[in-house]
């Protein structure tokens, strides 16, 4: 083959000798890529005004009231105080408390949810007969208000018509109705299964949507190299999940530890401060009418959260190059 005829394979497709077309280069090129940043801008400019309108805005101005003495019922003298509205809330005795609830809210809430969402996610993998019907009942409690939640757990534990010490006493377990939410040691334990209940549901889709990005030729390979369930779940499945199990779980964190849905309704903090929570906390604070106190526990509850997240994503990153 002659060079002339390289040349000419080499040449783009069109009228022999034609060179390729030039990108644009120098004011041609500058000013397609500001026109082409300004569509992008226009079109984004209505979300951008929305969120920080409503989003970022207010956030500030509740972040300014920490700082101020924001009563409610007198807003002719809102004076700045500095930190004195955090000196306050971490002085008071009943912060120590509602730190302590807290964390067992956050843990007792997230390791049986974590297990039992694991557990069904595994189950709904399998094919079986009927599996999208009972696929929809297990993701049915997601759809359903938190507060309506707390309020059907609240009348299933009432001391006197409730179904939960009906089944209790029908079992023989207990002589006498037990007084679920007037029990300060049994009040929190109430409101934990119902925040439980409701949060297995939130693994399970997250889990078995994880799932289904597992490839099946990976586990077939495996069970014919003679690796059992539990060789296979601990050795492929979860190391293949575990970015998605990282993420989930450190969401369901920041869910759980700003959701206050559940115990509002069902003890709004009661019996004794024993089920509040710093959000509950915080709430009770804005029906007192003390905005400057109640903003001071958002932004505890903001730094709490964001440290929190900080170490966590550092032992996530730790975790998953090893």
């Given amino acids: 083959m002659t060079v002339t005829a ?24 500058r000013a397609f890529g500001a026109r082409q940043a300004f569509t992008i801008l226009a079109f984004l ?5 929305f969120v920080g309108w409503f989003t970022y805005w207010p956030m500030l101005q509740g972040s300014r009231m920490a700082f101020h003495d924001w009563n409610l019922w007198d807003l002719t003298a809102t004076p700045w105080v500095g930190l004195q509205n955090f000196a306050t809330i971490v002085s008071d005795p009943v912060f120590s408390t509602v730190a302590g609830n807290t964390v067992l809210w956050v843990v007792g809430s997230l390791v049986p949810q974590f297990t039992i969402g694991f557990l ?12 999208g019907v009972y696929q929809a009942l297990v993701f049915f409690p997601w759809a359903v208000s938190g507060f309506l939640i707390g309020m059907l ?22 002589e006498a109705p037990l007084p679920w939410l007037a029990d300060p040691k049994l009040a929190m334990i109430a409101v934990l299964v119902a925040n439980i209940w409701y949060g297995v549901t939130f693994f399970a889709i997250m889990i078995l949507a ?55 309704a069902m003890t709004g903090g009661g019996p004794a401060n ?19 106190l109640a903003s001071a526990i958002g932004l505890i509850v903001m730094a709490m959260l964001l440290i929190f997240c900080a170490f966590y994503l550092m032992a996530m990153k730790r975790a998953t190059r090893s």
């Fill in 6 to 29: 390289l040349r000419t394979a080499a040449e783009p497709r069109g009228t022999a000798g034609e060179s390729p077309p030039r990108r644009a280069t120098g004011p041609r090129r």
């Fill in 45 to 49: 400019s209505p979300a951008i005004v």
């Fill in 120 to 131: 069904i996610a595994l189950a709904l993998r399998r094919r079986f007969r009927f599996r």
């Fill in 153 to 174: 757990f609240r009348w299933m534990f009432n001391a006197e018509f409730g179904v939960v010490n009906d089944l209790l006493m029908k079992a023989g377990l207990v």
């Fill in 210 to 264: 994880a799932l289904q990005s597992v490839p099946e030729e990976v586990l077939e390979a495996a069970s014919l190299d003679g690796a059992g369930r539990f060789r296979q779940l601990f050795s492929i499945i979860i190391p293949y999940i575990a970015t998605t199990l990282f993420l989930t779980v450190l969401l369901r964190v920041i869910w759980i530890f700003n959701f206050p849905d559940i115990i509002y």
């Fill in 274 to 292: 024993q089920t509040h929570i710093i959000t509950t906390w915080m709430i009770n604070y804005t029906q007192q009418g003390s905005y400057g």
